[in-house]
């Protein structure tokens, strides 16, 4: 912004005293193709300017020296001296960067590159099909599953939603997405890079069985000083600014889809297939220098979701509403100090989470409300010990004291592997309970990295120490004053890595690790739950090999996960008092996956991904094992962002095998209650049809005066394919059909920045 006023003066100036100025007209051309280069920013002097569409400039300046500047995202920036006497052209020749964003592998210290894992630089993500928002990369990243539509989960490598983790530069956050999966909560102009870690992470994660993602922020100097963006979806304002030593982000995002869509449809007719939520975020963050060595980071972040829809139904007990309101918010604080020999870091967080979810299915109530104090400190320190040794230890406390309420149906919602039949109304079986739960784990670790020649491993383990509380072991009846449930337990993890380079191209690599996590505060209810619910565990292991030749990658990896202590709800039809779940479960998931990435030949980026996988559960050692409910046998997924000048262009295309369900073999009426119940068959023993969609999106940048420009349109579901969602059945069960997703859906904007 400095810049460009200043720019404005001297025109000013210069305007003033025309016989001592000096008009330069150029031209940027590519080297190879001496093709015009449109969009690339031109400084000469304190002039800034923009090339047109044919790659010319005009800058006026008084006589001199000066050295000319030209670069741009897709450019290498090239720099040149020019002496100024009078009017005067020049052709400037620019090569293309050779990495035009995407795909970062960065190795710290001596670590060995983990199998299965992926970082993806926020530019090559914001071109992906996804609304050009970078965290939704994540849905189409290999590892993970496809997601159903209007869908906020996430699924890798057949893990639970609720078991892989989401952390934003490495403070735990509740959820990666608003509400129906539209986009990310974390917000999209500050973000840096996005890495999955699908399974056996090192030991500075834990709480988590299965997977973990972290998003990293941008540098706020790499900003720019302002930036608007607007599409069908949302608008979105960011900024920065330099103060000292000292640089400030800030970004705040606004949707407008439920609007957008009212204008041209029905809302009651898209909400069985398309919920339109309402989603508020923001994001403020300052980096800057305490001393040369000493860095302060801290940041707040927060977000607002809500929806409100009706299911209409001619039948009045199956006609459904739901009215939700979500808020969280963090706040961070972390200094970091670097030394010869490796750094140490120490951070501060905590953060409010507040819900409220109230459904009405007919006349059967399901409401829910939780409000959570959440926190917790985080120390680390890495050292060289010697040229083929580092150590890092490292110590970390969460905590989460929750505040939680329920009344309703006691099958509301649906729990992983429960018997449901899409539409059917739930049980008159109500309640009420009003209850508090505390989660506290206090975690130790440590992992020395070995390199021998070609030989490199990590050996490292996780201590943990878990206090488990729950404000009533019984439900209340009459005035029985309440007895608190309460549990210390300590748990021990070992975490393995070894790699040996074959060749300096390939490499293979084995991973193993033990994993713990907490049980969820909202199964601790008397009523609802079990109170004295502990901790669910897991095995993992991975071996593969990794091909790399830049700018080409080809990796092959094998995955198992042995999951234990599962809770799941008790399948009696009267379960023991005040305990409605069992924590009796096991799971067991298996699977290959072959990947080929491709990183800035040509301007392209991206990745071919196959995966074969089967993830089984059974709820209690006496039941037969069945599909997880979000089960996908088969998984390919192709990915691909090209970039040429001012033009980039993206493309993403699914095929996945169709999610597990139970069908439907028959029904009889039920005089009681007036409707026809279902004869179910096997649990989860048919699967809907085969998911297909591909998606495309373009864009424009081009200048707007001294700022730039960029138009795009992003088309998704290009073919029209109505995909089955889930499967639907007549009143008397006797006729079913498919619930499909969105059809073809089209997307413009413009962003404009300075």
């Known amino acids: 912004m400095r810049r460009a006023v200043a720019a404005c ?98 190795v710290v210290d001596i670590a060995p590159t983990q199998i299965g894992e992926t970082k993806i630089d926020a530019k090559l993500a914001r071109a992906v099909p996804g609304g050009g928002d970078a965290a939704k990369v994540v849905q189409a990243l290999p590892a993970v599953a496809r997601p159903a539509a209007g869908s906020a989960e996430i699924v890798v490598w057949g893990a639970a939603p609720r078991d892989t983790r989401v952390f934003v530069d490495g403070v735990p956050v509740p959820s990666l997405y608003h509400l129906g999966g539209y986009r990310a909560a974390m917000g999209n102009e500050l973000v840096g890079d996005i890495r999955l870690t699908p399974a056996a992470f090192g030991p500075d994660r834990g709480r988590a069985i299965g997977g973990v993602i972290d998003i990293g922020f941008e540098d706020p100097r790499e900003l720019p000083a302002w930036r608007a963006q607007v599409d069908l979806l949302d608008g979105t304002v960011a900024g920065s600014q330099e103060i000292g030593r000292w640089a400030v982000g800030v970004a705040l995002r606004r949707s407008w889809l439920d609007r957008a869509v009212d204008a041209v449809a029905d809302p009651k007719e898209l909400a069985p297939n398309a919920p339109l939520p309402r989603w508020t975020d923001g994001q403020f963050l300052v980096r800057g220098q305490v001393t040369k060595n000493v860095t302060l980071t801290s940041w707040v972040i927060g977000a607002i979701d809500q929806l409100d829809r009706t299911l209409a139904s001619d039948d009045p007990a199956t006609q459904t509403s739901q009215d939700i309101d979500q808020r969280w918010l963090r706040a ?67 905590g989460e004291e929750a505040a939680l309420q329920r009344e309703g149906s006691l099958t509301i919602p649906a729990r992983e592997g429960d018997l449901r039949i899409f539409g059917q109304p739930p049980g008159d079986d109500t309640n009420a309970d009003k209850w508090r739960a505390t989660t506290l784990d206090a975690g130790g670790h440590g992992a020395v ?30 005035t029985t004053p309440g007895i608190g449930a309460q549990q210390i337990d300590p748990t021990i993890d070992p975490r393995l890595a070894i790699q040996a380079r074959i060749t300096d191209a390939f490499g293979v690599r084995a991973d193993a690790g033990r994993y713990h996590q907490a049980r969820a505060a909202s199964d601790t209810s008397a009523v609802f739950g079990t109170p004295n619910l502990g901790l669910e565990s897991a095995w993992h292991a991975t071996l593969g090999g990794q091909w ?83 089960d996908q046998t088969h998984g390919l997924i192709a990915v691909g962002g090209w970039e040429r000048g001012p033009w980039n262009v993206g493309a993403r295309m699914r095929l996945s095998t169709g999610e597990p369900r139970t069908d439907v073999l028959g029904s009889f009426f039920d005089s009681r209650s007036g409707r026809f119940q279902p004869i179910r068959g096997e649990h989860n023993g048919v699967r809907l049809p ?36 889930e499967i639907i059945y007549s009143a008397d069960y006797a006729m079913k059909s498919h619930l499909t997703g969105l059809p073809l859906l089209a997307i413009a904007g413009l962003r404009v920045e300075q």
């Open 332 to 398: 961070q604080v972390t200094l970091r100090r670097d030394r010869e020999t490796g750094y140490d870091s120490a951070t501060l967080w905590f953060g409010r989470d507040r819900s409220r979810d109230d459904l009405q299915v007919g006349l059967i109530p399901a409401r829910q409300r939780s409000a959570l104090w959440v926190g917790g400190v985080r120390a680390l320190q890495q050292s060289r010990l010697a040229e083929s040794t580092t150590m890092t230890l490292g110590l970390d406390v969460d």
């Open 449 to 478: 990295d070995l390199r021998f020649g070609r030989f490199t491993g990590t050996l490292g383990a996780r201590v943990d120490v878990w206090y488990l509380t729950a404000s009533r072991l019984t439900p209340r009846i009459g």
């Open 690 to 725: 085969t998911f297909f969609a591909a998606d495309l999106r373009g864009e424009r940048r081009f200048p707007i005066a001294s700022a730039r420009g960029a138009v795009y349109i992003e088309v998704q579901n290009l073919t029209g394919r109505a995909n089955a969602e």
């Open 548 to 630: 790399r030749h830049a700018p080409f990658a080809f990796e092959v990896a094998g995955y198992a996960r042995w999951l234990e202590s599962l809770v799941s709800r008790d399948v009696a039809v009267t379960p023991l008092y005040a305990q409605a779940l069992t924590q009796q479960g096991t799971g067991r998931v298996f699977g290959v996956q072959i990947t080929t990435r491709v990183v800035g030949w040509r301007g392209l980026s991206g990745w071919l991904s196959y995966g074969l996988s089967r993830s089984t559960r059974q709820d209690t050692p006496y039941q037969v094992e069945r599909y997880f409910d979000r």
């Open 9 to 106: 003066v001297l025109c000013i100036a210069t305007r003033a005293h025309a016989q001592q100025a000096a008009t330069l007209r150029g031209t940027v051309v590519e080297r190879d193709t001496k093709a015009p280069v449109a969009g690339a920013i031109v400084t000469v002097g304190s002039e800034l300017v923009a090339t047109d569409d044919a790659g010319a400039f005009t800058v006026t300046l008084p006589a001199g020296n000066y050295t000319i500047e030209v670069s741009a995202e897709w450019l290498r920036t090239t720099k040149r001296p020019i002496v100024l006497k009078g009017d005067g052209t020049i052709t400037i020749e620019v090569d293309n960067a050779d990495a035009l964003g995407g795909e970062t592998i960065e």
